[in-house]
Protein backbone atom coordinates (compact mmCIF):
# COMPACT_ATOMS: atom_id res chain seq x y z
CA UNK A 1 0.00 0.00 0.00
CA UNK A 2 1.25 3.62 -1.49
CA UNK A 3 0.96 6.27 1.20
CA UNK A 4 -1.99 7.82 -1.41
CA UNK A 5 -3.34 4.57 -1.01
CA UNK A 6 -3.59 4.67 2.54
CA UNK A 7 -5.29 8.61 2.43
CA UNK A 8 -7.60 7.61 -0.11
CA UNK A 9 -8.98 4.02 2.49
CA UNK A 10 -9.06 6.42 5.05
CA UNK A 11 -10.83 9.41 3.55
CA UNK A 12 -13.25 6.59 2.09
CA UNK A 13 -13.48 5.41 5.73
CA UNK A 14 -14.22 8.39 7.28
CA UNK A 15 -16.45 10.68 4.78
CA UNK A 16 -16.82 13.43 7.63
CA UNK A 17 -13.49 14.03 6.58
CA UNK A 18 -12.08 15.96 3.74
CA UNK A 19 -9.44 13.72 1.53
CA UNK A 20 -7.06 17.37 2.02
CA UNK A 21 -7.38 17.12 5.71
CA UNK A 22 -7.01 13.11 5.74
CA UNK A 23 -3.58 14.04 3.66
CA UNK A 24 -2.29 16.72 6.61
CA UNK A 25 -2.96 14.13 9.49
CA UNK A 26 -0.91 11.14 7.75
CA UNK A 27 1.62 13.48 6.76
CA UNK A 28 2.43 15.01 9.83
CA UNK A 29 2.25 11.84 11.99
CA UNK A 30 5.00 10.28 9.49
CA UNK A 31 6.53 13.56 9.43
CA UNK A 32 6.57 13.61 13.54
CA UNK A 33 7.81 9.57 13.34
CA UNK A 34 10.73 10.94 11.18
CA UNK A 35 11.63 13.41 13.43
CA UNK A 36 11.42 11.41 16.82
CA UNK A 37 13.73 9.18 14.36
CA UNK A 38 16.21 11.76 13.41
CA UNK A 39 16.64 12.71 17.13
CA UNK A 40 17.39 9.54 18.21
CA UNK A 41 14.04 8.46 19.94
CA UNK A 42 12.01 5.46 19.77
CA UNK A 43 8.59 5.46 18.67
CA UNK A 44 6.58 2.78 19.28
CA UNK A 45 2.71 2.02 18.51
CA UNK A 46 1.00 -0.42 20.61
CA UNK A 47 -0.54 -3.51 18.79
CA UNK A 48 1.78 -2.40 15.56
CA UNK A 49 5.40 -2.31 16.31
CA UNK A 50 8.17 0.24 17.44
CA UNK A 51 10.55 2.12 15.18
CA UNK A 52 14.26 2.68 16.13
CA UNK A 53 17.29 3.75 14.62
CA UNK A 54 20.18 1.33 14.48
CA UNK A 55 24.24 2.25 13.99
CA UNK A 56 26.08 0.45 11.42
CA UNK A 57 29.80 0.86 12.38
CA UNK A 58 32.55 1.53 9.56
CA UNK A 59 33.63 -1.29 7.69
CA UNK A 60 35.91 -2.10 4.50
CA UNK A 61 33.45 -2.46 1.63
CA UNK A 62 33.93 -3.91 -2.14
CA UNK A 63 33.00 -2.11 -5.25
CA UNK A 64 31.16 -5.26 -7.25
CA UNK A 65 31.85 -3.72 -10.50
CA UNK A 66 35.80 -3.00 -9.77
CA UNK A 67 36.67 -5.29 -6.69
CA UNK A 68 39.04 -2.89 -5.43
CA UNK A 69 38.27 -2.38 -1.31
CA UNK A 70 36.13 0.64 -0.38
CA UNK A 71 35.78 2.22 3.20
CA UNK A 72 32.36 2.69 4.25
CA UNK A 73 31.78 5.15 6.93
CA UNK A 74 29.51 4.85 9.88
CA UNK A 75 26.10 5.22 9.36
CA UNK A 76 22.22 5.23 10.90
CA UNK A 77 19.11 3.02 9.79
CA UNK A 78 15.91 2.66 10.71
CA UNK A 79 15.04 -0.53 12.12
CA UNK A 80 11.13 -1.73 12.59
CA UNK A 81 10.40 -4.24 15.21
CA UNK A 82 6.47 -5.69 14.80
CA UNK A 83 4.69 -6.00 17.48
CA UNK A 84 3.07 -9.04 19.16
CA UNK A 85 -0.24 -7.97 17.66
CA UNK A 86 0.55 -7.58 14.24
CA UNK A 87 2.51 -10.47 13.81
CA UNK A 88 -0.82 -12.45 15.17
CA UNK A 89 -2.64 -10.98 12.71
CA UNK A 90 -0.69 -12.31 9.98
CA UNK A 91 -0.11 -15.14 11.28
CA UNK A 92 -3.83 -15.95 11.13
CA UNK A 93 -4.08 -16.52 15.14
CA UNK A 94 -6.62 -13.36 15.64
Known amino acids: MTKSELILRL???NPHLYQRDVERI???IFDEISSALARGDRVELRGFGAFSVKTRD????RN???GESVQVA???VPFFKSGKD???RLNGRK
Open 58 to 61: SRTG
Open 64 to 66: PRT
Open 86 to 88: LRD
Open 11 to 13: ADS
Open 26 to 28: VST
Open 74 to 76: KKF
